[in-house]
């Protein structure tokens, strides 16, 4: 497997993962929609779970000795298998889709999501030189 990512930036492509089709913007928009009410939902509802504010206490500071250092944003990363479909493409490619989703639970920074494709199968363009190699074989 080739492990070069790429990213996607064209919010029309479309993804697919086992039976559910995205496209890239709409997943993005799903995804951060998504953490961002689990965030929400275990920092306001779980008190009484000892991991509930977890998620807050992590993203605010720490201090070593005298040194604070604050953290601003959350990460949560994953790798899955998929296909895609890109605009002007033949067809579906297999490989694995990288989902990057930076929060920030004190409203420091916009909220990201980053979506990269890595293909099982480099698909190498055609070479216009192509045409001439057939005819060279074929004498």
């Known amino acids: 497997m080739n492990s070069k990512f790429t990213p996607l ?29 689990k965030l929400n ?11 509930s504010n977890s998620a ?6 720490i201090s070593l000795g005298e040194q604070k250092i604050s953290f601003t944003e959350i ?7 998929c296909q895609i479909l890109k605009i002007g493409s033949k067809g579906w490619q297999k490989g694995k889709l990288k989902i990057n989703v930076c929060i920030s639970p ?13 293909p099982d199968e480099l698909v190498e363009p055609e070479s216009p030189l192509d045409d001439i190699r057939k005819l060279v074989e074929q004498k």
């Open 56 to 61: 807050l206490v992590f993203s605010s500071c």
């Open 106 to 118: 004190q409203g420091c920074h916009l909220d990201k999501v980053c979506l990269e494709f890595c």
């Open 9 to 37: 930036n064209c919010d029309d492509d479309v993804i697919l993962l086992e039976r559910d089709t995205f496209t890239v913007g709409r997943f993005k928009e799903l995804s951060n929609h998504e953490i961002r009410n």
């Open 41 to 51: 939902y275990s920092i306001n509802e779980g008190s009484n779970n000892r991991y």
């Open 75 to 81: 990460q949560f990363n994953s790798i899955k298998d």
